[in-house]
């Protein structure tokens, strides 16, 4: 089985160079993050005619989560229980959902395609909106993780440790490599969760983002924040994993490669 995660940075964007990905590299289930549009505007009838079945969870031009699957598409879940809202969205300050979790189950697991906040900078009220939305989702995930085997792929929009970004004195005091940050992870991992850590192709460092400006992509100057947190008895399985670089180049690319990662049976 293959499995891929892939932060599109709009899926109507990217849709030619999408189809032409899922027909060429053939991914079994593939978590897409960042499809910034509606789930009834999601192009089901152009993966569709690829094989794949599709569950979309948007709700504009903002964020927005898919899975696409040809092993199956059951028990699908819209965002994960007690996930918080940002009251600041809506307009008369009540704290609502963005679209950033979709769960289902492909072909006996249990994915999900996640999309963290991103935290803007460490005195913003979006900082802590995102360390409450991964202590929820440490929640949820220790009580799916309960039923059996489970995958948790997406734009964490954190780098685990200081190898993986480019120039750790460059973000000092920033977001996404803050201890708090990095402790959210480590609580995921002590559930029993493990990093599927991908072969970079190029360089000694996996990155999966790098920004537009600058030629940073062509000086690899990245981060390693897209993630595969997969059970044990799926990291048990897997036979290879890497970032596909191929997929950042060309014309009109997203900011983010795919990760591949293959499973025995």
């Not at 897409?32 to 079945?53: D, H, I, R, S």
């Not at 085997?149 to 004195?169: K, S």
């Not at 996996?206 to 595969?228: C, E, S």
């Not at 670089?245 to 900011?255: L, V």
């Amino acid at each position: 089985m293959r499995l891929a995660t892939w932060n599109v940075n709009s899926v109507k964007a990217r849709l030619p160079r999408l189809l032409d990905w899922l027909a060429e590299t053939k991914p079994d289930i593939v978590c897409l993050q960042e499809t910034k549009c509606p789930a009834e505007a999601f192009p089901v009838a152009e993966v569709g005619a690829l094989g794949y079945a599709t569950a979309a969870h948007g709700d504009g031009r903002w964020n927005g989560v898919a899975l696409l699957s040809r092993a199956g598409l059951d028990d699908v879940t819209l965002s994960f229980p007690g996930e918080p809202g940002f009251a600041e969205l809506d307009t008369v300050g009540a704290a609502r959902a963005e679209a950033r979790a979709i769960g289902a189950t492909c072909g006996g697991m249990r994915v999900w395609s996640l999309y963290a906040p991103n935290g803007r900078s460490l005195d913003s009220p979006h900082y802590t909106y995102k360390l409450g939305w991964f202590a929820e989702l440490r929640e949820a995930l220790a009580a799916e993780l309960a039923t059996g085997p489970l995958v948790a792929c997406g734009d964490y929009n954190v780098a685990p440790t200081d190898a993986d970004v480019w120039d750790p004195a460059l973000f000092a005091g920033s977001t996404h490599v803050t201890p708090a940050e990095r402790q959210a992870l480590a609580d995921l991992r002590d559930l029993g969760l493990q990093d599927v850590v991908p072969t970079p192709m190029k360089g000694p460092h996996p990155f999966t983002y790098w920004d537009y400006r600058a030629g940073m992509f062509h000086q690899n100057k990245g981060m390693r924040i897209d993630l595969v947190y997969a059970s044990a008895d799926v990291a048990g399985r897997v036979r290879s994993a890497y970032v596909d670089r191929e997929a950042r180049k060309g014309k009109g690319p997203s900011d983010h490669a795919p990760i591949v990662v293959d499973l025995e049976p």
